[in-house]
Each structure stands twice: as C-alpha cells, then as structure tokens.
C-alpha cells in the first residue's frame, strides 16, 4: 500500500471551514483515496473516499487534484463534535483490501 | 452510523489466560475484518473474512490468535494465551463486497493484559 503525508496536528475555531491536506505522490492508478476519523473511545468512523473527480456528501467535501498526488479534505462550519484524528489512507479498488492506517491529523477545534 | 457491534468493550486478563472477543457485523456485510491498534495508537491488520472463509491473515494472528465466522452466529477473535503486549483495542469492520465499498467499525474491545 502506497504511503500518504499529513500534517501531524491543525486547530481550528467552531464555524471556521477546515482544510486538511493529504500527500500521496506514489498513488497508484487503482487506489481510491480514502478519509477516516476517530474520536477517543470509539472506532473509525467512514467519512469519505474518491478515486479522481471530486467528491462531496454531508460531512465533507474532499477535493482531489488532477494529477492525483494530493488531495485536501475540506470540513465547512466545524463543530466540537469534529474534532478528532483525521486518516488518509489510500485502498485498492477492492472490497477485500484492508485498510493502512497512519498517524493521521490530529484536528482540535476551540469554541 | 455504524451498527458493528462488539462485545465485551473491556476486558481484563492474566499473563496465560484466553481472551475472546467478539463482533456482529452489519447486517448483509459478508466481509469482516479484525484490528488492532496499540496505545500509541498505531493500527494493525490481523485477519478478515468472507462469510465462513479467512481471506488473509498476518503471521501472528495465525500462531497465537484464532478467529471465526461461523453463520448466523457472532464472528470470534480470541488470543489463545494472553501476552502484556497484546493490550490493545481490537477491531472490528465489516463490508459489502465490490468494487471499494467502505469499512464500517465497531466501538472496539479493549483489552488489558495484567
């Protein structure tokens, strides 16, 4: 599984939009780009994930450029509630492949 | 929101003892997949499954894990003879099968070894 690069820690203010960014300048053709985020206490929660166009649902947009090498999840209006460790991970196009987790973003948001 | 359910969320055991956890997966996933993640947060593959069927695993959930998914029964990971190091909270995902679906995650077991 290919490697991805994000910034260990970002803080935000509550209603601000947050971009977190995401490199994975060795991403292969087949790996969708996937977004995870974990609170403590609890597992990995499912945010989001893309292959080449970008993609948006009701918790983020996830913006990803042309060439594939980065991509930058973008949270609008942040609450308390999003506050957690934001994962990159980049996945095989199958449903069978297990998930790489880095270190991940470590997101904090003040009221 | 997920609905993987694992149980117990916390359990405690001895160097030597047996530990087992287990996972209900969402309902029509047929794809399970175990984790563990240490206290320095670091995450772990150990092994997934497609219905009754391992698909992969790492060495060491093949030596001194053994895991299941019978049908219509909860699916199992259990650590044979527990370790310090093997303190950790547990994993469990599951998910359709196709093309990329995404991995649903229980709350997690987590485990102390004493």
């Known amino acids: 599984d290919a490697k991805t690069t994000q910034p260990d820690s970002m803080e935000s203010t509550e209603g601000e939009t947050v971009h977190l960014p995401c490199s994975h300048a060795?991403?292969?053709?087949?790996?969708?780009i996937y977004w995870y985020r974990q609170v403590p206490l609890q597992g990995p929660e499912y945010v989001t994930h893309?292959?080449?166009q970008n993609t948006t649902n009701s918790m983020a947009f996830l913006a990803i450029a042309s060439d594939r090498k980065s991509s930058t999840l973008i949270l609008p209006h942040v609450s308390l509630r999003d506050a957690a460790v934001y994962h990159c991970?980049?996945?095989?196009?199958?449903?069978?492949?297990?998930?790489?987790f880095g270190q991940g973003t470590s997101l904090s948001v003040v009221p | 929101n997920s609905k993987v359910i694992q149980t117990p969320r916390y359990l405690v055991k001895g160097q030597g003892q047996k530990a087992k956890m287990r996972c209900i997966p969402e309902?029509?996933?047929?794809?399970v997949f175990w984790y563990q993640q240490n206290k320095n947060n670091e995450f772990k593959f150990l092994i997934n499954?497609?219905?009754?069927?391992?698909?992969?695993q790492i060495d060491m959930t093949e030596k001194r894990f053994s895991a299941e998914c019978p049908s219509n029964s909860p699916c199992s990971l259990e650590i044979q003879s527990s370790e310090a190091g093997d303190s950790a909270l547990y994993l469990c995902?599951?998910?359709?099968?196709?093309?990329?679906?995404?991995?649903?995650f229980g709350p997690g077991t987590r485990l102390t070894v004493l």
């Open positions: 995902a599951s998910s359709l099968t196709g093309y990329s679906y995404e991995q649903y």
């Open positions: 060795t991403i292969s053709g087949n790996e969708y």
């Open positions: 893309g292959l080449q």
């Open positions: 991970i980049l996945r095989v196009s199958s449903s069978f492949s297990k998930l790489v």
């Open positions: 309902k029509g996933h047929p794809v």
């Open positions: 499954f497609q219905n009754q069927e391992v698909l992969q």
